[in-house]
């Protein structure tokens, strides 16, 4: 299954930006889905998580600021972020794990470009 991330784009710190995720065809409700960053030389780390239940899970660098919402009928997740920061720079990546079956059936999208920069 695909997934198609929008949203990214370059912003000045102290702006906004909204990711959204979503699937290429139809599918049952995933158990979670969430957003991953990467830069360049780390691994790829998690942002944040949202259980088809509504519970989350927050980087502590990003609690308060952003904040993972859930479409339950599309299967969708979006991630709203404020009061970004350079060091929020990075490749943003939606994860979904359909059955909680772990890393190895995790679904990626192809990722989207979030730059903060003044």
């Known amino acids: 299954v695909e997934f198609v991330e929008s949203g990214g784009g370059e912003v000045q710190p102290g702006g906004s930006l909204t990711l959204s995720c979503a699937p290429a065809?139809?599918?049952?409700?995933?158990?979670?889905m969430a957003w991953y960053r990467q830069v360049p030389g780390k691994q790829r780390g998690l942002v944040a998580e949202?259980?088809?239940?509504?519970?989350?899970n927050y980087a502590d660098s990003v609690r308060g600021r952003f904040n993972i919402t859930r479409d339950n009928v599309k299967n969708s997740v979006t991630l709203e972020m404020n009061g970004l920061t350079p060091e929020d720079t990075g490749v943003y990546y939606c994860?979904?794990?359909?059955?909680?079956?772990?890393?190895?059936?995790?679904?990626w999208g192809q990722g989207t470009q979030v730059t903060v920069s003044s």
């Open positions: 994860r979904v794990d359909v059955f909680n079956l772990g890393p190895r059936n995790y679904y």
């Open positions: 065809e139809k599918i049952v409700t995933p158990y979670s």
């Open positions: 949202m259980t088809k239940s509504g519970s989350t």
